[in-house]
């Protein structure tokens, strides 16, 4: 074996390989009948599968950003299937142009209700009851089961997605009401990638039919939402391993009250708020409040800035992502305050953004085999 791998051992080859992004990997099967069977047996082994996962996550900031958007693309009816998937080069040109690589992947009828991230794979919630989870990397993705909540009489308030690392495991979460306004009868379910199963949990926490302003964040095991309590905000979070939901209270002193849009982030691996303050047509200012054991505190502003409806995420330490009015996506550094165009080839408008995610070999098992086509482009 080691002679047919250029006198590499065994071990040293698979932590070579282990470095590789996954397109690159794929690619190498392609060298010879002995690659194309070590990498194909590499790729369904979960200890392989988690040590690249864990050499991937060490780099994400180092080497490129992905990032997931719902687009209209022109001749096409707007279609919520339709995704480009996003890879941003995280090196800075000379001349400070952005390097990306697009593809636009369509999966099955989903009318989306959120879209979430977790160790390579996308989960898209539906407001249907329907909830799919795409890895892109590999153009695999996967319907699960029904859940019990849905159909007539049930509203779906919130959904997230993450990974149970005391179990091993993906899970989903989705919660709601049924018989609004009369009976607002609360209910939460669980479903479980291992079992292949949904389960009905108890709700802790009760909020009867108050709206959800976000869709959520993913940190360390704990997912959040923001949602509103008449003319004032909380968060609600649920442990991933434990199951149990929490709120969390805004302090007095965080512009709620200004604030024409609120959001939830997550900003060197912690929970934040975006505050924009101004009107939409208006110069506006973000301000940005991370959460760090259960006291919030402000951490910067950024503006005047023209032109620009909402913040996304930040794609790296120092880049923030940015939605203008007109429907653009913009990279704004807060170091230097540049603001660079980040103009998706294709793609007449992004109608939002949906996520972040890193590149991986995680599979579903079962998965069907999404439809993509990849468009590369190297300057912005």
């Keep these: 074996m080691a002679s047919g791998f250029c006198g590499f051992s065994q071990d040293v080859l698979e932590e070579i ?11 190498s099967k392609l060298v010879s009948k002995s690659w194309y069977a070590l990498i194909s047996s590499l790729v369904k082994n ?4 988690s040590k690249h996962l864990q050499n991937i996550d060490k780099r994400i900031f180092s080497s490129s ?14 279609d919520p299937r339709t995704f480009s998937s996003v890879t941003i080069s995280n090196d800075v040109c000379e001349n400070d142009r952005l390097e990306y690589t697009s593809e636009y992947f369509k999966v ?15 989960c898209l919630a539906g407001y249907d009851g329907t909830v799919m989870l795409c ?7 996967r319907t699960l089961p029904k859940p019990f909540l849905t159909g007539e009489g049930f509203f779906l308030q919130g959904a997230g997605f993450g990974y149970d690392s005391r179990a091993n495991d993906y899970k989903v979460v989705r919660f709601g009401f049924f018989g609004f306004p009369v009976e607002n009868i609360e209910a939460a379910e669980v479903y479980s ?23 959520g ?9 923001l949602i509103s309590t008449n003319d004032d905000y909380l968060i609600l979070s649920f442990d991933i391993s434990d199951e149990v939901f929490h709120s969390i209270a805004l302090p007095d002193n965080l512009p709620v009250t200004l604030a024409k849009e609120i959001k939830l982030a997550v900003w060197n691996e912690s929970v934040a708020l975006f505050f924009c303050l101004g009107e939409r047509e208006a110069p506006r200012f973000i301000e940005l409040w991370v959460l760090d054991d259960r006291s919030w505190i402000k951490k910067l502003t950024i503006g005047p800035l023209d032109g620009i409806a909402t913040a996304c995420a930040f794609w790296k330490n120092d880049e923030l992502l940015l939605q203008e009015t007109v429907g653009g996506i913009v990279s704004y550094n807060l170091h230097s305050q540049r603001l660079r165009n980040l103009t998706i080839r294709g793609v007449e408008s992004v109608r939002h953004w949906e996520c972040l ?14 439809r993509a086509d990849k468009v590369t482009r190297k300057s912005i």
């Design 17 to 27: 390989l282990s470095w590789l992004p996954p397109e690159s990997l794929m690619q």
């Design 46 to 49: 979960p200890i392989f599968v």
């Design 65 to 78: 950003t992905c990032i997931v958007f719902c687009c209209t693309r022109p001749g096409y009816w707007p």
């Design 108 to 122: 099955p009828f989903i009318s989306s209700g959120g879209a979430f991230h977790c160790n390579g794979i996308v």
């Design 135 to 141: 890895n892109p990397a590999i153009n695999e993705y």
């Design 193 to 215: 990638l291992e079992s292949d199963s949904w389960r009905e949990i108890e709700r802790q926490v009760e909020f009867g039919g108050l709206p959800f302003i976000d869709r």
């Design 217 to 225: 964040v993913f940190c360390k095991g704990v997912f959040y939402w």
């Design 357 to 370: 995610y890193v590149k991986s070999l995680v599979s579903m098992r079962g998965g069907n085999q999404a």
